[in-house]
């Protein structure tokens, strides 16, 4: 057996809980019922630039997000793989100034253009756009 010298402090061995169960329900009775199977923690929004990529994304899902992130600046973008890991179908909800002015499809092409050589791999795609 072995003997730790000293006090330990235990609250460093507990989880992080960065939002109460009540305040993560108000947040999800905000969202509209189309985007809240995202609040798995994949929804990142902030007022800088660049979005910092969320914990626990694959490293396809990453390089998605890196991408868009580069090229839209946008206020909120998740990216979520919706084929089960393969990697063959995504859900993306992504809200950026560069979308104002236009159409709901011309900002989905716009999405397509960037991603074009990414989506000629996949078998679908979930897309949302919104300007902000």
């Known amino acids: 057996m072995f003997k ?3 006090t330990i402090n ?3 061995f507990q989880p992080i809980q960065l939002l109460k169960n009540t305040q993560l329900q108000q947040f999800q009775r905000q969202l509209p019922w189309q985007y809240r199977f995202f609040t798995n923690s994949r929804i990142i929004s902030n007022e800088s630039t660049k979005l910092s990529p969320p914990l626990g994304m694959d490293d396809y899902e ?3 997000f890196e991408i868009l992130n580069e090229k839209l600046s946008p206020k909120l973008l998740t990216v979520k793989d919706v084929s089960g890991g393969c990697g063959s179908m ?3 909800n992504i809200q950026s100034t560069k979308f104002k002015g236009n159409t709901m499809i011309k900002q989905h092409r716009l999405v ?3 991603l074009k050589d990414e989506i000629s791999k996949w ?3 979930q897309l949302k756009t919104k300007a902000v």
Request: aromatic share 6%; charged share 15%; proline share 0%.
């Open 4 to 6: 730790i010298a000293g």
């Open 10 to 12: 235990k609250t460093a």
């Open 62 to 64: 990453l390089k998605i």
């Open 90 to 92: 995504f859900a993306i």
């Open 112 to 114: 397509n253009e960037i």
């Open 123 to 125: 078998h679908g795609l």
